[in-house]
């Protein structure tokens, strides 16, 4: 069998002998050595681009708003980071080592018509976040240019107005690939450092300084109370990128090599998100001072500054932001697991679409509808469907085929990961478990503990029943298949 090419004079193309139509195309095919050039910079660029933006800022001050003061509520936020760090790194191992996206390196745990499980439950969820993000997006136009022409004000179609055009200039860098995410994201990090910090700036300048904006006191009076808002919260936070830690292969499969996506993630995911959580807490903490009243909304903040300048200031820097994560977060990874379903019909662009069309119809208003419903609803929520997934795919690559995978078999049937009619009943019933598991609290108002840790619920028991089931029965990597490291024409090593 002639394995897949990665010579750039020889496109990939079908071949029966080498891989099923089902289950390759150009975009699913492993990243060939000429075009991996992210380097620690442009993932460094990438959490920071993807940090900075409206929900990461709504997640820092609802903690706020929940009774927390700033301290707690970095800490908080810190600890959640550095947990979601460890199974980021872990799965993106495999994207940089053999170049291939999610879609096809959770074909390895799941089996090559089974993968499509998990890629389609974090697809829709990455589907509910693009709608959320081009509904805020729209939003903070309408916001801005009310203030800019507060005649708008009272036509309630400017804002479905704002918001479809928002959409429609997602749908327009989707339309030009994932390269002009990179160049996108390289220009404007810096950029939405320099306009944070502006704001921030802003803030403490109607505050009176940094003392009245960060004088609001905890509101938990006693230990239990607090940890009662603390488990939950810490379970948002690590929900919050359960989904990049699921699909970060998509974007490490275009590495330099395996140090530039370990140190760029190490040092841009916890540093981004607590900076910019720290300014959303402070701006959060300052709207007690300067309004009465901790505006947890930086959309709603920014409504109460009835100024061109600082209105045209936020108008940027937030489309900037909600722009980069809504195609860096929520349209690269569906893409590729809408086009894992039929890669003969549906190239990344189609994918796109799709994306963009069933983030439509999930009704981003509701999901957004007060605090409650995004913090201990939606977030919480969906980590309970995903933590299960990535102790499947952990407890696989890492425990089971010590990060050895043939690259040949995850685009074929029959190989190494065929299992049962290409469906691995091991993942399914570890899958099932884990889900069951951690969101039976909300059935079972005295198991609501285990929905308030849903995530970490679902991983583990996911992990364990994984391998406890492979141990009792055939494990994957003795079933007669031979792994091999890395399989091409290119000689691409092992990173």
């Known amino acids: 069998m002639m394995p897949l090419t990665t010579d750039c004079r020889a496109p990939y193309t079908a071949s029966d002998t080498v891989h099923d139509a089902r289950f390759f195309n150009e975009d699913l095919a492993p990243t060939p050595p000429q075009r991996r050039t992210w380097t620690t910079y442009n993932y460094i660029a990438l959490w920071f681009s993807m940090s900075m933006e409206v929900t990461t800022y709504m997640l ?71 709608g959320i993000q081009s509904w805020l997006g729209g939003q903070a136009i309408f916001a801005m240019l009310n203030v800019l022409w507060p005649q708008t004000a009272s036509h309630a179609g400017v804002l479905w107005a704002c918001f479809l055009s928002f959409w429609l200039l997602n749908m327009f860098v989707v339309w030009n690939g994932v390269e002009s995410i990179r160049i996108l994201q390289s220009f404007s990090a810096p950029f939405m450092v320099i306009m944070s910090l502006t704001l921030l700036f802003w803030m403490w300048h109607k505050a009176g300084g940094f003392g009245p904006m960060l004088s609001a006191p905890s509101k938990f009076h006693s230990t239990g109370d607090f940890l009662k808002f603390f488990f939950p919260s810490l379970t ?60 947890w909304s930086p959309i709603t903040l920014l409504g109460k500054f009835h100024q061109p300048f600082v209105a045209f200031l936020a108008l940027i820097a937030l489309l900037v932001a909600t722009l980069n ?23 990344f662009r189609t994918g796109g679409l799709i994306t963009g069309f069933l983030g439509l119809a999930m009704m981003p208003w509701k999901l957004m509808s007060s605090f409650g419903s995004y913090i201990f609803g939606w977030l919480i929520g969906y980590s309970g469907l995903l933590g299960p997934v990535a102790g499947i795919m952990i407890a696989d690559y890492f425990v089971l085929r010590r990060t050895r995978l043939d690259v040949d078999s995850l685009y074929r049937r029959n190989g190494a990961y065929e299992y049962s009619h290409g469906i691995n009943p091991r993942a399914l019933v570890a899958l099932a478990a884990g889900v069951v598991v951690a969101l039976i609290g909300l059935v079972i108002p005295p198991l609501r503990f285990l929905y308030d840790y849903a995530w970490f619920v679902g991983f583990f028991v996911a992990f364990a029943i994984y391998l406890l089931l492979a141990i009792a029965t055939v494990p994957p990597r003795l079933s007669g298949q031979t792994e091999r490291p890395h399989v091409s024409s290119g000689d691409v090593k092992e990173r």
């Open 60 to 130: 820092a001050s609802s903690l706020i708003a929940g009774g927390m003061n700033w301290k707690q509520a970095i800490g908080t936020i810190l600890l959640g980071n550095l947990i979601v760090l460890l199974p980021m790194l872990l799965n993106a191992h495999a994207g940089s080592k053999y170049g291939i996206p999610f879609p096809v390196f959770v074909r390895a745990s799941f089996g090559t018509r089974g993968a499509n499980i998990p890629a389609i439950l974090r697809a829709l969820v990455a589907c509910g976040w693009f």
């Open 236 to 295: 948002a936070m690590v929900g919050y990128w359960a989904t990049l830690s699921l699909n970060i292969p998509d974007f490490t499969r275009y590495a330099k090599n395996q140090d530039a996506q370990i140190l760029g993630q190490s040092l841009g995911l916890p540093v981004a998100m607590t900076l910019y959580s720290f300014i959303g807490i402070a701006c959060t903490s300052a709207s007690v001072a300067i309004f009465g009243e901790p505006i």
């Open 325 to 347: 994560v809504n195609i860096g977060a929520n349209v690269v990874s569906p893409s590729n697991d809408f086009s894992n379903l039929a890669p003969r019909y549906i190239s």
